[in-house]
């Protein structure tokens, strides 16, 4: 749960999403950049706040079956 975060309107998202990358495009890592304009959002941010809470997934996402290799090359693969 992360307390007091700024809420943003979809346009002041935007807006920080282009400035993310800008920075990006400017040479700067992405966890930096990202790290960069949250702190300039949270120092001249004067809205709204709210609390952010979610739950972790638990789901359990189930492998694919493995294929049984086949040869690309043979054009009758039933007459082996």
């Known amino acids: 749960m992360l307390n007091d975060m700024p809420a943003l309107t979809h346009e002041q998202q935007q807006l920080a999403v282009e400035r993310i990358?800008?920075?990006?495009?400017?040479?700067?890592?992405?966890?930096?950049?990202?790290a960069q304009v949250a702190r300039e959002l949270r120092a001249g941010y004067?809205?709204?706040?709210?609390?952010?809470?979610?739950?972790?997934?638990?789901?359990?996402?189930?492998?694919?079956?493995?294929r049984a290799e086949t040869d690309p090359y043979d054009s009758n693969p039933d007459d082996d």
């Open 21 to 34: 990358q800008a920075l990006m495009a400017e040479g700067m890592s992405s966890g930096a950049a990202i």
């Open 46 to 66: 004067t809205g709204e706040r709210v609390t952010l809470r979610w739950e972790e997934d638990t789901e359990v996402l189930e492998t694919p079956a493995a």
